[in-house]
Protein backbone atom coordinates (compact mmCIF):
# COMPACT_ATOMS: atom_id res chain seq x y z
CA UNK A 1 0.00 0.00 0.00
CA UNK A 2 2.98 2.48 0.63
CA UNK A 3 4.47 2.52 -3.14
CA UNK A 4 2.44 5.03 -4.40
CA UNK A 5 2.52 7.29 -1.33
CA UNK A 6 6.69 7.00 -1.37
CA UNK A 7 6.99 10.05 -2.89
CA UNK A 8 5.20 11.34 0.10
CA UNK A 9 7.75 9.99 2.32
CA UNK A 10 10.75 10.91 0.26
CA UNK A 11 9.21 14.86 0.81
CA UNK A 12 8.57 14.61 4.33
CA UNK A 13 11.61 12.79 5.63
CA UNK A 14 14.31 14.73 2.85
CA UNK A 15 15.30 11.07 1.03
CA UNK A 16 16.60 11.55 -2.27
CA UNK A 17 18.00 9.12 -3.27
CA UNK A 18 16.08 6.29 -5.29
CA UNK A 19 17.19 3.32 -3.96
CA UNK A 20 16.14 4.41 -0.14
CA UNK A 21 12.20 5.71 -1.68
CA UNK A 22 12.61 2.02 -2.96
CA UNK A 23 13.42 0.44 0.35
CA UNK A 24 10.54 1.92 2.32
CA UNK A 25 8.63 -0.43 0.05
CA UNK A 26 10.69 -3.34 -0.35
CA UNK A 27 12.40 -3.71 3.23
CA UNK A 28 9.27 -5.32 3.83
CA UNK A 29 8.99 -7.91 1.70
CA UNK A 30 13.37 -8.42 3.37
CA UNK A 31 11.96 -9.34 6.69
CA UNK A 32 9.76 -12.10 4.68
CA UNK A 33 12.69 -13.77 3.90
CA UNK A 34 13.31 -14.42 7.73
CA UNK A 35 10.43 -14.41 9.38
CA UNK A 36 9.33 -17.95 7.75
CA UNK A 37 12.80 -19.57 8.25
CA UNK A 38 11.82 -19.48 12.65
CA UNK A 39 8.27 -18.87 12.17
CA UNK A 40 7.50 -22.19 10.18
CA UNK A 41 9.47 -24.73 12.21
CA UNK A 42 7.95 -23.13 15.41
CA UNK A 43 4.84 -23.65 14.15
CA UNK A 44 5.71 -27.06 13.94
CA UNK A 45 6.42 -26.88 17.83
CA UNK A 46 3.90 -25.36 19.69
CA UNK A 47 1.35 -25.47 16.09
CA UNK A 48 -0.42 -23.65 13.29
CA UNK A 49 -2.59 -21.21 15.47
CA UNK A 50 -0.91 -19.67 18.28
CA UNK A 51 2.21 -18.79 16.28
CA UNK A 52 -0.18 -17.25 13.56
CA UNK A 53 -2.70 -15.18 16.16
CA UNK A 54 1.12 -13.94 17.70
CA UNK A 55 2.73 -13.63 14.67
CA UNK A 56 -0.20 -11.03 13.69
CA UNK A 57 -0.33 -9.17 16.69
CA UNK A 58 3.04 -8.74 16.31
CA UNK A 59 2.77 -7.78 13.02
CA UNK A 60 -0.44 -5.12 13.76
CA UNK A 61 1.84 -3.04 16.77
CA UNK A 62 4.64 -2.27 14.07
CA UNK A 63 2.58 -1.69 11.51
CA UNK A 64 0.52 0.66 13.59
CA UNK A 65 3.74 2.00 14.44
CA UNK A 66 4.64 3.13 10.87
CA UNK A 67 1.86 5.97 11.06
CA UNK A 68 3.86 7.36 13.91
CA UNK A 69 7.38 7.46 12.85
CA UNK A 70 8.94 10.48 12.48
CA UNK A 71 12.36 9.65 10.29
CA UNK A 72 13.34 7.41 7.54
CA UNK A 73 15.66 4.69 9.91
CA UNK A 74 12.64 4.69 12.64
CA UNK A 75 10.01 4.14 9.28
CA UNK A 76 12.85 1.57 7.98
CA UNK A 77 13.02 -0.14 11.29
CA UNK A 78 9.42 -0.37 11.88
CA UNK A 79 8.75 -1.65 8.32
CA UNK A 80 10.89 -4.47 8.57
CA UNK A 81 9.64 -5.48 12.28
CA UNK A 82 6.11 -5.68 10.85
CA UNK A 83 7.30 -7.95 8.14
CA UNK A 84 8.64 -10.24 10.26
CA UNK A 85 5.24 -10.79 11.58
CA UNK A 86 3.18 -10.41 8.41
CA UNK A 87 5.53 -12.98 6.91
CA UNK A 88 3.74 -15.81 9.01
CA UNK A 89 0.90 -16.67 6.68
CA UNK A 90 3.45 -17.28 3.58
CA UNK A 91 5.06 -20.52 4.73
CA UNK A 92 2.15 -21.64 7.76
CA UNK A 93 -0.42 -20.84 6.00
CA UNK A 94 0.36 -23.72 3.27
CA UNK A 95 1.09 -25.82 6.03
CA UNK A 96 -2.12 -25.63 7.37
CA UNK A 97 -3.53 -26.60 3.69
CA UNK A 98 -1.77 -29.64 3.72
CA UNK A 99 -2.92 -30.14 6.69
CA UNK A 100 -6.43 -30.06 5.83
CA UNK A 101 -6.79 -31.17 2.51
CA UNK A 102 -5.45 -34.79 0.61
CA UNK A 103 -3.75 -34.22 -2.09
CA UNK A 104 -6.43 -35.05 -4.35
CA UNK A 105 -8.44 -31.94 -3.75
CA UNK A 106 -5.23 -29.47 -2.57
CA UNK A 107 -5.03 -28.36 -5.41
CA UNK A 108 -8.25 -25.70 -5.32
CA UNK A 109 -7.54 -24.86 -1.95
CA UNK A 110 -4.00 -24.26 -2.65
CA UNK A 111 -4.86 -22.25 -6.12
CA UNK A 112 -7.41 -19.65 -3.46
CA UNK A 113 -4.47 -19.42 -1.13
CA UNK A 114 -1.82 -18.39 -3.32
CA UNK A 115 -3.98 -15.84 -5.13
CA UNK A 116 -4.05 -13.68 -1.85
CA UNK A 117 -0.15 -12.93 -0.81
CA UNK A 118 0.03 -12.16 -4.62
CA UNK A 119 -3.08 -9.82 -4.94
CA UNK A 120 -2.69 -7.74 -1.83
CA UNK A 121 0.27 -6.09 -3.24
CA UNK A 122 -1.98 -5.12 -5.97
CA UNK A 123 -5.10 -4.38 -4.45
CA UNK A 124 -3.02 -2.19 -1.88
CA UNK A 125 -1.58 -0.02 -4.00
CA UNK A 126 -4.92 1.08 -5.62
CA UNK A 127 -6.56 1.54 -1.86
CA UNK A 128 -2.97 3.30 -1.19
CA UNK A 129 -2.79 5.75 -3.72
CA UNK A 130 -6.45 7.18 -3.17
CA UNK A 131 -5.81 7.16 0.71
CA UNK A 132 -2.55 8.84 -0.19
CA UNK A 133 -3.82 10.94 -2.26
CA UNK A 134 -6.89 12.47 0.10
CA UNK A 135 -5.14 12.24 3.67
CA UNK A 136 -1.81 11.44 4.08
CA UNK A 137 0.93 8.49 3.82
CA UNK A 138 0.47 7.57 7.34
CA UNK A 139 -3.02 7.05 6.91
CA UNK A 140 -2.22 3.97 4.51
CA UNK A 141 -0.39 2.43 7.59
CA UNK A 142 -3.59 3.02 9.90
CA UNK A 143 -6.07 2.23 7.99
CA UNK A 144 -4.68 -1.32 7.35
CA UNK A 145 -4.16 -1.47 10.84
CA UNK A 146 -7.89 -1.42 11.94
CA UNK A 147 -8.47 -4.00 8.95
CA UNK A 148 -5.80 -6.21 10.73
CA UNK A 149 -7.27 -5.78 13.97
CA UNK A 150 -10.53 -6.69 12.78
CA UNK A 151 -9.29 -9.73 11.43
CA UNK A 152 -7.67 -11.10 14.23
CA UNK A 153 -10.88 -10.49 16.51
CA UNK A 154 -12.03 -13.20 13.97
CA UNK A 155 -9.04 -15.32 14.47
CA UNK A 156 -9.14 -15.53 17.96
CA UNK A 157 -12.76 -17.15 17.62
CA UNK A 158 -12.32 -19.27 14.84
CA UNK A 159 -9.09 -20.02 13.60
CA UNK A 160 -8.31 -23.42 14.78
CA UNK A 161 -5.75 -25.41 15.19
CA UNK A 162 -5.00 -27.99 12.34
CA UNK A 163 -0.85 -29.76 13.02
CA UNK A 164 -1.25 -33.52 13.36
CA UNK A 165 1.21 -34.33 15.66
CA UNK A 166 -0.25 -31.30 17.96
CA UNK A 167 -3.63 -32.33 17.83
CA UNK A 168 -2.89 -36.22 18.81
CA UNK A 169 -0.48 -35.04 21.11
CA UNK A 170 -3.62 -32.54 23.08
CA UNK A 171 -5.48 -35.88 22.93
CA UNK A 172 -3.45 -38.23 24.40
CA UNK A 173 -2.39 -36.00 27.08
CA UNK A 174 -6.67 -34.97 27.80
CA UNK A 175 -6.97 -39.11 27.12
CA UNK A 176 -3.98 -39.32 30.07
CA UNK A 177 -5.23 -37.35 32.54
CA UNK A 178 -8.73 -39.76 32.99
CA UNK A 179 -6.52 -42.78 33.32
CA UNK A 180 -6.92 -45.08 36.40
CA UNK A 181 -3.99 -44.62 38.46
CA UNK A 182 -4.14 -48.24 39.24
CA UNK A 183 -4.11 -49.07 35.49
CA UNK A 184 -2.18 -46.38 34.42
CA UNK A 185 0.36 -48.90 32.81
CA UNK A 186 -2.39 -51.14 30.94
CA UNK A 187 -3.46 -47.32 29.29
CA UNK A 188 -0.73 -46.01 28.94
CA UNK A 189 -2.00 -43.69 25.34
CA UNK A 190 0.95 -42.64 23.10
CA UNK A 191 0.66 -40.86 19.31
CA UNK A 192 2.78 -42.25 16.34
CA UNK A 193 4.61 -39.28 17.18
CA UNK A 194 6.20 -40.12 20.43
CA UNK A 195 9.77 -41.83 19.69
CA UNK A 196 12.89 -41.69 21.74
CA UNK A 197 14.21 -38.59 20.62
CA UNK A 198 10.84 -36.61 20.82
CA UNK A 199 11.95 -33.69 23.87
CA UNK A 200 11.23 -30.38 23.30
CA UNK A 201 15.30 -29.64 23.44
CA UNK A 202 15.32 -32.12 20.05
CA UNK A 203 12.50 -31.00 18.66
CA UNK A 204 13.66 -26.89 19.15
CA UNK A 205 17.01 -27.65 17.74
CA UNK A 206 15.95 -29.99 14.59
CA UNK A 207 12.56 -28.10 13.64
CA UNK A 208 14.59 -24.66 13.51
CA UNK A 209 17.12 -25.78 11.39
CA UNK A 210 15.34 -28.26 9.33
CA UNK A 211 14.47 -24.94 6.96
CA UNK A 212 18.18 -24.22 6.26
CA UNK A 213 19.09 -28.30 5.98
CA UNK A 214 16.24 -28.28 3.16
CA UNK A 215 17.34 -25.50 1.37
CA UNK A 216 20.97 -26.57 1.59
CA UNK A 217 20.33 -30.51 0.61
CA UNK A 218 17.46 -30.38 -1.33
CA UNK A 219 17.23 -30.23 -5.29
CA UNK A 220 13.77 -29.28 -5.31
CA UNK A 221 14.03 -26.31 -2.60
CA UNK A 222 17.31 -25.03 -4.69
CA UNK A 223 15.76 -24.97 -8.04
CA UNK A 224 12.26 -23.93 -7.54
CA UNK A 225 13.46 -21.48 -5.21
CA UNK A 226 15.01 -19.91 -7.85
CA UNK A 227 12.61 -19.69 -10.45
CA UNK A 228 9.95 -18.83 -7.46
CA UNK A 229 12.52 -15.81 -7.01
CA UNK A 230 12.59 -14.51 -9.89
CA UNK A 231 8.78 -14.28 -9.95
CA UNK A 232 8.81 -13.04 -7.09
CA UNK A 233 11.12 -10.53 -7.93
CA UNK A 234 9.52 -9.52 -11.15
CA UNK A 235 6.26 -8.87 -8.79
CA UNK A 236 7.39 -6.62 -6.94
CA UNK A 237 9.57 -4.79 -9.64
CA UNK A 238 6.57 -4.08 -11.10
CA UNK A 239 4.77 -2.95 -7.75
CA UNK A 240 7.16 -0.13 -8.13
CA UNK A 241 7.30 1.12 -11.38
CA UNK A 242 3.94 0.94 -12.25
CA UNK A 243 3.58 4.51 -10.87
CA UNK A 244 6.19 5.48 -12.94
CA UNK A 245 5.14 4.08 -15.86
CA UNK A 246 1.88 5.84 -15.69
CA UNK A 247 2.64 8.97 -13.46
CA UNK A 248 5.96 9.64 -15.67
CA UNK A 249 5.20 8.60 -19.08
CA UNK A 250 1.60 9.14 -19.46
CA UNK A 251 1.35 12.22 -16.97
CA UNK A 252 -1.39 10.38 -14.51
CA UNK A 253 -2.24 12.00 -11.42
CA UNK A 254 -1.56 9.33 -8.28
CA UNK A 255 -4.57 7.90 -7.95
CA UNK A 256 -5.55 7.18 -11.49
CA UNK A 257 -2.01 5.76 -12.17
CA UNK A 258 -2.73 3.87 -8.86
CA UNK A 259 -6.01 2.03 -11.36
CA UNK A 260 -3.47 0.31 -13.45
CA UNK A 261 -2.53 -2.26 -10.73
CA UNK A 262 -6.08 -3.38 -11.53
CA UNK A 263 -4.70 -4.94 -14.58
CA UNK A 264 -2.30 -7.48 -12.71
CA UNK A 265 -4.92 -8.12 -10.67
CA UNK A 266 -7.20 -8.94 -13.12
CA UNK A 267 -4.38 -11.55 -14.69
CA UNK A 268 -3.33 -12.89 -11.20
CA UNK A 269 -7.30 -13.40 -10.46
CA UNK A 270 -8.43 -14.94 -13.94
CA UNK A 271 -5.95 -17.03 -14.39
CA UNK A 272 -6.04 -18.42 -10.75
CA UNK A 273 -10.03 -18.80 -10.83
CA UNK A 274 -8.99 -20.96 -14.00
CA UNK A 275 -6.21 -22.73 -12.47
CA UNK A 276 -8.14 -23.38 -9.21
CA UNK A 277 -10.57 -25.21 -11.71
CA UNK A 278 -7.99 -27.32 -13.34
CA UNK A 279 -5.19 -28.44 -11.16
CA UNK A 280 -7.20 -31.10 -9.25
CA UNK A 281 -8.81 -32.25 -12.56
CA UNK A 282 -5.25 -32.59 -14.33
CA UNK A 283 -4.29 -34.10 -10.98
CA UNK A 284 -7.26 -36.97 -10.88
CA UNK A 285 -6.86 -37.61 -14.61
CA UNK A 286 -2.35 -38.29 -14.52
CA UNK A 287 -3.48 -40.09 -10.84
CA UNK A 288 -6.03 -42.65 -12.98
CA UNK A 289 -3.79 -43.61 -15.63
CA UNK A 290 -0.98 -44.14 -12.37
CA UNK A 291 -3.12 -46.60 -11.76
CA UNK A 292 -4.76 -44.74 -8.62
CA UNK A 293 -1.26 -43.69 -7.30
CA UNK A 294 -0.94 -39.68 -7.42
CA UNK A 295 2.42 -37.94 -7.58
CA UNK A 296 3.18 -34.63 -6.94
CA UNK A 297 4.81 -33.41 -10.83
CA UNK A 298 1.21 -34.36 -11.65
CA UNK A 299 0.99 -30.29 -10.45
CA UNK A 300 3.58 -29.04 -13.17
CA UNK A 301 1.20 -29.51 -16.33
CA UNK A 302 0.17 -25.85 -15.59
CA UNK A 303 3.28 -24.41 -14.73
CA UNK A 304 3.72 -24.36 -19.05
CA UNK A 305 1.43 -22.06 -19.58
CA UNK A 306 2.89 -19.93 -17.16
CA UNK A 307 6.36 -19.75 -18.40
CA UNK A 308 4.84 -18.70 -22.17
CA UNK A 309 2.48 -16.08 -20.52
CA UNK A 310 5.27 -14.53 -18.42
CA UNK A 311 8.15 -13.07 -21.50
CA UNK A 312 5.18 -12.65 -23.53
CA UNK A 313 3.69 -9.95 -20.90
CA UNK A 314 7.25 -8.35 -20.28
CA UNK A 315 7.69 -7.83 -23.43
CA UNK A 316 4.55 -6.44 -24.61
CA UNK A 317 4.70 -3.77 -21.37
CA UNK A 318 8.41 -2.54 -22.45
CA UNK A 319 7.95 -2.02 -25.78
CA UNK A 320 4.36 -0.80 -25.33
CA UNK A 321 5.20 1.85 -22.52
CA UNK A 322 5.60 5.11 -24.43
CA UNK A 323 3.07 8.16 -24.62
CA UNK A 324 2.51 7.55 -28.25
CA UNK A 325 0.85 3.82 -27.68
CA UNK A 326 -2.50 3.93 -25.67
CA UNK A 327 -2.47 2.99 -22.36
CA UNK A 328 -4.21 -0.52 -22.62
CA UNK A 329 -1.66 -2.20 -24.59
CA UNK A 330 0.91 -1.91 -21.35
CA UNK A 331 -2.18 -2.93 -19.11
CA UNK A 332 -2.72 -5.95 -21.21
CA UNK A 333 0.81 -7.12 -21.22
CA UNK A 334 0.83 -6.46 -17.18
CA UNK A 335 -2.56 -8.95 -16.87
CA UNK A 336 -0.34 -11.29 -18.72
CA UNK A 337 2.95 -11.11 -16.28
CA UNK A 338 0.19 -11.66 -13.44
CA UNK A 339 -1.28 -14.67 -15.36
CA UNK A 340 2.16 -15.91 -15.62
CA UNK A 341 3.25 -15.59 -12.10
CA UNK A 342 0.00 -16.87 -10.26
CA UNK A 343 -0.04 -19.95 -12.70
CA UNK A 344 3.80 -20.61 -12.04
CA UNK A 345 3.27 -19.81 -8.45
CA UNK A 346 0.57 -21.87 -7.79
CA UNK A 347 2.25 -25.15 -8.87
CA UNK A 348 5.35 -24.75 -7.62
CA UNK A 349 3.48 -24.00 -4.28
CA UNK A 350 1.92 -27.25 -4.71
CA UNK A 351 4.12 -29.71 -5.87
CA UNK A 352 6.15 -28.33 -2.71
CA UNK A 353 3.17 -29.52 -0.59
CA UNK A 354 2.68 -31.79 -2.03
CA UNK A 355 6.52 -33.51 -2.16
CA UNK A 356 6.82 -32.40 1.53
CA UNK A 357 3.57 -32.66 3.17
CA UNK A 358 4.60 -33.11 7.15
CA UNK A 359 7.17 -30.56 7.00
CA UNK A 360 4.98 -27.92 4.69
CA UNK A 361 6.07 -25.34 6.70
CA UNK A 362 9.68 -25.73 6.81
CA UNK A 363 10.22 -26.28 2.65
CA UNK A 364 7.78 -23.15 2.10
CA UNK A 365 10.08 -20.84 4.13
CA UNK A 366 13.13 -22.35 2.39
CA UNK A 367 11.40 -21.92 -0.91
CA UNK A 368 10.44 -17.82 0.87
CA UNK A 369 13.47 -16.88 2.09
CA UNK A 370 15.22 -16.87 -1.90
CA UNK A 371 11.87 -15.45 -3.00
CA UNK A 372 11.48 -12.88 -0.67
CA UNK A 373 15.21 -11.35 -0.94
CA UNK A 374 14.48 -11.22 -4.47
CA UNK A 375 11.77 -9.39 -3.24
CA UNK A 376 13.21 -6.90 -1.64
CA UNK A 377 16.55 -6.77 -4.72
CA UNK A 378 14.67 -6.38 -7.57
CA UNK A 379 13.04 -2.93 -6.89
CA UNK A 380 16.33 -1.57 -5.99
CA UNK A 381 17.78 -2.03 -9.17
CA UNK A 382 15.20 -1.45 -11.33
CA UNK A 383 15.47 2.32 -11.79
CA UNK A 384 18.80 2.58 -12.87
CA UNK A 385 17.89 -0.27 -15.22
CA UNK A 386 14.84 1.71 -16.48
CA UNK A 387 16.65 4.84 -16.70
CA UNK A 388 19.84 3.44 -18.51
CA UNK A 389 18.34 0.94 -20.88
CA UNK A 390 14.34 1.68 -21.23
CA UNK A 391 11.75 -0.23 -20.67
CA UNK A 392 12.02 -1.95 -23.89
CA UNK A 393 15.50 -2.88 -23.54
CA UNK A 394 15.07 -3.80 -19.77
CA UNK A 395 11.81 -6.12 -20.47
CA UNK A 396 13.52 -8.09 -22.60
CA UNK A 397 16.60 -8.79 -20.43
CA UNK A 398 13.82 -9.92 -17.83
CA UNK A 399 12.06 -11.68 -20.38
CA UNK A 400 14.65 -13.59 -21.73
CA UNK A 401 15.52 -14.79 -17.84
CA UNK A 402 12.45 -15.94 -17.50
CA UNK A 403 12.49 -18.49 -20.58
CA UNK A 404 16.29 -19.26 -19.73
CA UNK A 405 15.31 -19.70 -16.15
CA UNK A 406 11.93 -20.91 -16.24
CA UNK A 407 10.85 -22.83 -19.43
CA UNK A 408 12.83 -25.96 -18.24
CA UNK A 409 11.89 -26.29 -15.33
CA UNK A 410 8.67 -28.53 -15.84
CA UNK A 411 9.84 -30.46 -18.16
CA UNK A 412 12.82 -31.27 -15.72
CA UNK A 413 10.82 -32.33 -12.69
CA UNK A 414 8.59 -34.03 -14.55
CA UNK A 415 11.21 -36.29 -15.60
CA UNK A 416 13.16 -36.70 -12.84
CA UNK A 417 11.17 -35.05 -10.02
CA UNK A 418 10.30 -38.71 -9.03
CA UNK A 419 14.36 -40.00 -8.79
CA UNK A 420 14.81 -36.95 -6.80
CA UNK A 421 12.39 -36.96 -4.49
CA UNK A 422 13.24 -40.93 -3.57
CA UNK A 423 16.73 -39.65 -2.88
CA UNK A 424 15.22 -37.54 -0.26
CA UNK A 425 15.01 -37.83 3.69
CA UNK A 426 12.27 -35.27 3.75
CA UNK A 427 10.08 -35.07 0.69
CA UNK A 428 7.64 -38.11 0.20
CA UNK A 429 7.34 -40.74 -2.73
Known amino acids: MIAPASDQVAQQFGITSSVLIAM ?31 ANLWYLAWNLGCGFAQNTPELMVFRFLAGLGGSAPLSIGGGVLGDLWAAENRGKAIALYSLAPLLGPVVGPVAGAWIA ?19 QCFGFFYLKETYPPILLERKAKALRSKLDPEKGQLLNFRTKFDTADRNWKTIFATALTRPFV ?96 LPIGLLITGWSARSDVHWIVPDIGIAFI ?54 GKGDTILAALAIIIGCPAPWLFWHYGQRIRKASKYARD
Open 24 to 54: TTSIFVLAYAIGPLFLGPLSEIYGRSRVLQL
Open 133 to 151: ERSTWRWVFWSSSIVDAII
Open 214 to 309: LFAKEPIIQLLGVYMAFIYGLMYLFLTTIPAIFEGIYRMPVGIAGLHYIALGIGLTGASQINARLMDRIYAYYTRKNGGKGRPEYRLPSMVPGTIM
Open 338 to 391: GAGQILNFQSIQTYVIDAFTLHAASALAAVSCLRSLAGFGFPLFAPAMYNALGY
